[in-house]
């Protein structure tokens, strides 16, 4: 059984003229699905295609055009909620949510209003070792993306292209547990984790692949758990929508922006208006939407034009046999059983990419020593190549082949580092390099002890100021690792050199 | 050589081309030749006589090969709300003026893939919105059928009156039709024709411009129950592209026409006989009873509980799904645009393109269903319509569990009225055209009218049959055996 | 049925703006008594019993179908332009959006 006790995070406290307010915070979190196909049509979803080429006349909402729903979506959206440790409603249906807007041809968008596919569950939100918040997830809808405007190829025209129109879209509806800019911003990057190893998203936030429309009321302390003991909205301030973001830094910002705001409102003896905000990243500020505030009644009702959806549940349970291990059981099986720190942990199961590296390194090797590797020399080195794992040059075998040398002796750890950095600028096999080159470590004692010898018989000085400080006996183990090249075996000169200084 | 082929219906003309007693270009002929001396019937709006010819060619030399399906050669129009790839359709709308299609609806393809030749597009009501085609942006399309010697013109019905016109004064050998309250029995009824609506589900809406996703059917207009037999089952079939489209096997209609109606139980519904319904159309529901009777159907007197509620319902889902399958139609990928004014933004061309693209009677539908499923109506409007849409069709189950195999009723309240008369009505008394057909689609169940005799005045009346779901074969049959009985052969005197 | 209603002007002038269809300002009494003989016939709903009534979902019994994750579709932005009353450059083009 997973262990997941933790302890519950401070809430985000800010100082108001007259007293202290928190922040209360619900996401809506939009998760392109990745599929091939569209939700409704057969066309492509490929990034970045030339204008309209991605368009079926079903997006395009041609006259007598009807949708067809793709299965792997909607089993996306299935394994989605099971990664969430959400039920799964086998009955749902699709709505039309209708609203005029030039990107959104059909006039309606079809989403699930009345009955979603997936309904409560909840993700785990670490804040550090030990400090976790748990956020409820409302419920899991598949929805259809709208198409794109675009305001500055002409002074009085928007153009407008379809590629994006019907999208898959799962709209993953959070309660207001999330506390905080940083809360939010944790929440977002663990909801990514596990689309990621899910595989139902790729979790792309510049390409849109992933966004929130960010709710951000403010309360008094103490309101909060009122809330929590009652359900009552009525305890938590009036809150207002920041939409479509897809920074996890502009996120963060404009919730703190948007709460002070809220606080001045209030402060002020003002009343905060329940509306649809846009963030400025260039002016560090909210402003309303009033244009789509303007007839805010969407006429949802269910579309006609398909049947209720209708799942087995032995089609679930297939889906959940197939899930892979998601990022908290395969943090805690590091843990447990490769003995790796918390911290380490993390890092390691952040991308399911950086995992599956690791445990190819450490399959059959010391986990510990993987992990070391993997987070010092070889994440050090992508970071300064401003690259990742998934362009590394060096791969699981190559750096698990140095990790045998160092385990099997043959090579010190300081030659194993020149050997990294063959590896991973040249290429080639780590046992063939030190061969090559000639690093392989000396262990024979009698090289070694000659070695000895020659530098305590150089240094006689030396030898007194060691024998009356032992501490200095370091000094010639140096020497001697110079003059081997640094080839010899350290333990070796270790004992020697205390050996012969009759320490 | 064969004379008036025009006149042919579907099955003498397919016998003919079996036999090689003509061709399909000659018919085609024939009947491209009546289209263009039937300018005052205003039924073909769209004519495509090139294609026709081609098309007619192709199927000659097909039938030479002696391997070819029944409607092979067969002239027939489609109504202008079916999207025909190359064609203008426009819903007989201003609003999709210009409108060509880069695609084929799926009952149009497979007429065409069976070799249907197809003469032009066929008037209707605006987005077939009406029960008198008289909300066409064509103009009106006209009955062929007078009240004697009277000149009035009157209305072919709605919304194919186009199609019903143009089949009854043989201008096509059949027409393609769409049933979203009773747009293919109100109009067969008005004059003359046959006019089934199949069970929902059975022909694919795909490609055909949306009115009430829920009600919708596309269905054959003919002049025999034969016809109608033959041109269902080459329209009918599982289409993968429309998600309400039935994964069943499509029967041999005709195979099932034997006319022996012997040991069938035939309902009688008692809330049909409705006030103020006119003596003519009681005597006809009489005698449709009768006929039955004779030809050996035992008659039970039967309750429809729900059926006032039918039309109100019926006047709550159909414009809200029609609010919003209408709100593609914005100016913006297709169709008309209205000419926008300085300083004009985006809101003021879809208010403008839409107030002009759209008549009256659609703007009025799509505003209803807008006001239906507005904020805090919805309960109280849609949701109440579709629960009364539950109550019709366990109804209808009740009597079908009840050992019904099928239900006898007039097809309209009246015969054809006249053009304009209607005009200072207020739009519930057009609605209550409907009442005797709209139970069938809120059901989804197959219906279809009957020619079975002529009024005082000499226009045409017609019975409704209601089957059981995906039984068309036994409904065509029981219909086939009241054509037989009514010997119903009149034709409207040629005035145009 | 609970919602005793008379639609007036203002109320045809908001479902009119709902739907986007332009109407005169002289044209909304007449528009509202419309409404109200069309809704005042709808009303007999009300005498109905729906009590424990499920509402009709779907007349066909059978479920929905689902396709294949295959791209099928598209490539053809000329004819998806092709009916456009206004395209450029790939386009559709429509009157500045503000937002």
């Given amino acids: 059984m997973l262990d997941l006790t933790h302890e519950t995070p401070k809430p985000k406290t800010i100082a108001g003229a007259r007293h202290d307010w928190e922040l209360v915070i619900g996401m809506e979190v939009h998760a392109q699905v990745a599929s091939n196909a569209k939700l409704f049509s057969g066309a492509s979803t490929r990034f970045g295609a030339e204008p309209n080429a991605n368009v079926s006349f079903v997006d395009a909402a041609m006259p007598g055009m009807l949708p067809v729903i793709n299965e792997f979506c909607v089993e996306q959206a299935v394994r989605t909620g099971l990664g969430l440790k959400a039920a799964i409603n086998l009955n749902s249906a699709f709505d039309r949510k209708n609203y005029f807007y030039p990107d959104l041809p059909q006039g309606y968008q079809i989403s699930q209003l009345y009955h979603p596919i997936v309904g409560e569950g909840e993700v785990l939100v670490e804040m550090g070792p030990g400090v976790a918040r748990l956020v409820r997830i409302e419920r899991i809808h598949l929805e259809q993306d709208a198409g794109k405007s675009v305001h500055d190829m002409d002074p009085n025209m928007s153009f407008v292209d379809l590629n994006r129109t019907g999208v898959a879209l799962m709209e993953i509806v959070s309660r207001p547990d999330i506390r905080g800019p940083e809360e939010a911003a944790a929440y977002i990057a663990k909801l990514r984790q596990i689309l990621r190893y899910l595989g139902t998203c790729d979790g792309n936030m510049q390409n849109g692949n992933l966004r929130a429309d960010v709710n951000v009321s403010i309360c008094r302390p103490g309101a909060y758990e009122k809330y929590q003991e009652t359900q009552d909205f009525s305890h938590l301030g009036t809150r207002c929508e920041i939409k479509n973001m897809n920074s996890m830094r502009f996120i963060q910002q404009a919730i703190e922006v948007e709460a002070r705001r809220q606080i001045a409102i209030v402060e002020a003896g003002g009343k905060v208006d329940q509306e649809t905000r846009l963030y400025d990243p260039d002016k560090g500020e909210t402003r309303s939407m009033r244009s789509k505030e303007e007839a805010h009644d969407y006429r949802y009702f269910p579309d006609p034009d398909l049947l209720p959806l209708e799942i087995e549940q032995a089609w679930v349970d297939a889906i959940a046999d197939a899930l892979p291990e998601l990022p908290d059981a395969r943090k805690a099986r590091y843990m447990a059983d490769f003995g790796l720190t918390d911290y380490d942990a993390t890092v390691l199961t952040a991308e399911k990419e950086n995992a599956a590296f690791f445990e190819a390194v450490a399959e059959g090797r010391d986990g510990k020593m993987a992990a070391n590797w993997i987070l010092n020399e070889l994440f050090g080195r992508l970071k300064k190549d401003d690259s990742d794992i998934s362009q590394s040059p060096l791969t699981p075998a190559q750096l698990g082949g140095l990790i045998d040398l160092i385990a099997a002796g043959d090579i010190s750890g300081k030659i194993a580092k020149d050997v990294f950095a063959i590896l991973y600028d040249e290429g080639g096999d780590a046992a063939q390099i030190v061969e090559a080159r000639g690093l392989r470590q000396v262990t024979d004692t009698g090289a070694i002890e000659a070695e000895v010898d020659k530098v305590i018989a150089a240094n006689p000085a030396q030898v007194e100021k060691a024998r009356a400080n032992p501490k200095l006996a370091g000094w010639f183990v140096g020497q001697v690792m110079k003059a081997t090249g640094g080839k010899a075996n350290p333990a070796a000169v270790n004992q020697l050199v205390s050996a012969k200084l009759g320490l | 050589m064969m004379e008036d082929l025009n006149r042919l219906s579907l099955s003498e003309a397919r016998d003919a081309l079996r036999r090689r007693d003509t061709t399909a270009e000659a018919i085609t002929r024939a009947c491209l030749e009546a289209i263009d001396a039937a300018g005052a019937l205003n039924a073909f709006v769209h004519k495509t006589p090139e294609l026709a010819v081609a098309r007619a060619r192709a199927a000659d030399a097909r039938l030479a090969t002696g391997d070819a399906p029944d409607m092979c050669g067969l002239p027939v129009g489609i109504k202008d709300l079916f999207c025909t790839r190359g064609v203008a359709s426009q819903a007989g709308s201003r609003i999709l003026e210009g409108f060509v299609p880069e695609y084929e609806s799926t009952v149009s393809q497979k007429l065409a893939d069976d070799g249907a030749v197809m003469l032009g597009k066929l008037n209707m009501d605006e987005f077939a919105m009406g029960s008198s085609n008289e909300t066409s942006v064509y103009g009106n399309a006209v009955n062929p059928w007078r009240r004697g010697n009277d000149e009035t013109a009157l209305t072919p019905g709605g919304s194919s009156g186009g199609s019903a016109a143009a089949v009854a004064a043989d201008l096509c050998l059949a027409a393609t039709g769409t049933d979203t309250g009773g747009s293919i029995r109100q109009p067969a009824a008005f004059t003359g024709t046959v006019g089934i609506k199949p069970t929902y589900g059975r022909c694919s809406r795909w490609g055909i411009v949306a009115f009430a996703s829920s009600l919708d059917q596309a269905g054959p207009m003919t002049k025999t129950v034969r016809d109608a037999a033959i041109m269902l089952r080459a329209m009918s079939g599982h289409d993968p592209k429309d998600s309400t489209s039935a994964q069943l096997p499509v029967p041999d209609f005709e195979a099932a026409l034997t006319g022996d109606i012997r040991g069938k139980t035939i309902g009688i519904p008692r809330e049909y006989r409705m006030d103020g319904m006119p003596d003519e159309i009681e005597a006809l529901w009489t005698r449709g009873r009768e006929m039955m009777q004779d030809a050996g159907a035992r008659i039970v007197d039967i309750s429809l509980p729900h059926t006032k509620y039918a039309l109100p319902a019926y006047y709550v889902i159909a414009p809200a799904e029609a609010s919003s399958n209408l709100a593609r139609y914005d100016g913006v990928r297709y169709g008309h645009r209205a000419a926008l004014a300085q300083g004009d933004g985006i809101t003021e061309m879809y208010e403008k393109t839409r107030a002009e693209g759209f008549g009256p009677e659609v703007q009025r539908r799509v505003m209803i269903g807008t006001y239906v499923l507005s904020a805090g109506f919805y309960d109280a409007y849609y949701n109440r319509a579709r629960k009364v849409r539950t109550l019709i069709k366990r109804d209808f189950e009740t009597v079908f569990a009840e050992g019904v195999d099928a239900i006898l009723t007039p097809a309209t309240p009246s015969a054809a009225f006249g053009l304009g008369e209607m005009a200072d009505a207020d739009p519930v008394r057009m609605y209550l055209n409907d009442v005797f057909t709209v139970t069938v689609n809120l059901a989804g169940l197959p219906g279809i009218a009957v020619p079975a005799g002529l009024d005082r005045q000499g226009l045409p009346l017609g019975l409704q049959l209601i089957g059981r779901p995906w039984e068309e074969g036994a409904l065509l049959n029981a219909a086939f055996a009241v054509e037989r009985a009514a010997g119903f052969v009149a034709k409207p005197a040629k005035w145009w | ?99």
């Fill in chain 3, 1 to 99: 049925m609970d919602v005793r209603m008379s639609i007036d002007a203002s109320t045809a002038a908001r479902v009119a703006k709902l739907a986007r269809i332009r109407v005169e300002e002289a044209a909304l009494p007449a528009l509202a008594d419309e409404f109200n003989t069309i809704l005042g016939f709808i009303e007999q709903l009300g005498e109905v019993d729906i009590d424990g009534v499920e509402p009709m979902v779907s007349v066909t019994p059978q479920r929905l179908r689902m396709r294949a994750d295959e791209v099928s579709d598209g490539a053809q932005a000329d004819k998806v332009l092709s009916n456009a009353p206004d395209a450029r450059e790939g386009f559709f083009a429509v009157p500045k959006v503000v937002e």
